[in-house]
């Protein structure tokens, strides 16, 4: 088989020939790899800096997409998607032709649904239904600002946001990423400037903010949030601090909720649900794949922030 290995921290991961992971045990399954995702996951780990740091050489990769081979004959044939259980993270990862994983870290998946999206789905669909339902309680009537918009997680915010009845405004760093907003999106800000925060400002402000990309979106639009409002962090692509003004904070009474998807259980029929909706068009993903010789690129894609939505290698 073919696995892409981490040799050392910070640097891309090297394509080499792999022995096999071998036959599966008792409650493992063989999958045979259809696509990988690339998420920023993956690359924080492999600075070495995450709180998960494996030995050295690694096959990163949290998730993907195959067919099972081998293993709980229940499975058998059927295509999964391979994410969970310290795969990628404690156990070699999906960035691999094969992969021998526990039965608890998959889960069935469509046979239409194109292998790059299947691969790539649960991380932005699973935060955005948490980050809008359990974790930001929006409701119907709520005025609702999403960060990074163009992005896989900020896109599905932004729809979910809008399905639960919300008024959603979009918030992007360039014109170019505007065009990749959903257009469940009510208004669209580009930038962090004065005209993005009076726009986020006008009717009242906001009741929630959503923001999937860190650094200065906080301190930027907290003074645009509404008295007893609430903060989702989710990512922190532009930046891995927070740094707030408190006074600010605490006369607004703002509640701040960082997520934390690792540990959050998504229920089975969340998941499905979300699939089904998207796989019939009623939510959307923008993926871009790469072969899987083509994973440099694909990080680099990823890491530069230059490809809106998700991105995978397919196998």
Known sequence: ???????????????????????????????????????????????????????????????????????EAGLVGRRVLVRGAGIGLERPGTWATQVTVPVAGVRTVPERIDAALAATCYSPMTTGWAAVDPVGRIDRGDRVLVTGASGGVGSMAVQLAARAGATVLAAVRTPAKAAAVPEAAHGVLVGQGPDALAAAAAEGGVDVLLDTVGGAAVQTFL?????????????????????????????????????????????????????????????????????????????????????????????
């Open 1 to 71: 088989m073919f696995a892409a290995r981490l040799h050392r921290w910070n640097e891309v991961p090297v394509l080499e020939e792999a022995a096999s992971p071998g036959s599966a045990q008792a409650g493992e399954v063989s999958v045979e790899m259809e696509a990988a995702a690339v998420t920023h996951l993956d690359l924080t780990l492999t600075t070495g800096t995450f709180a998960y740091r494996p030995e050295l050489p690694f096959i990163p990769g949290t998730a993907g997409v195959g067919r099972v081979t081998g293993g």
């Open 223 to 315: 003074p645009a949030m509404r008295p007893g409002g609430r903060v989702v962090l989710i990512g922190y692509t532009a930046g891995r601090t927070l740094s707030v003004d408190l006074p600010t904070l605490m006369a607004q009474d703002i509640t701040l909720l960082p997520m934390n998807m690792v540990r959050r259980q998504v229920p089975d029929d969340v998941f499905h649900e979300l699939l089904q909706d998207l796989g019939d068009g009623r939510l959307e993903l923008h993926t871009i794949s790469y072969p899987f010789t083509g994973l440099a690129e694909a990080i680099t894609a990823r890491t530069t922030g230059s490809a809106s939505g998700t991105v995978a290698v397919t196998m």
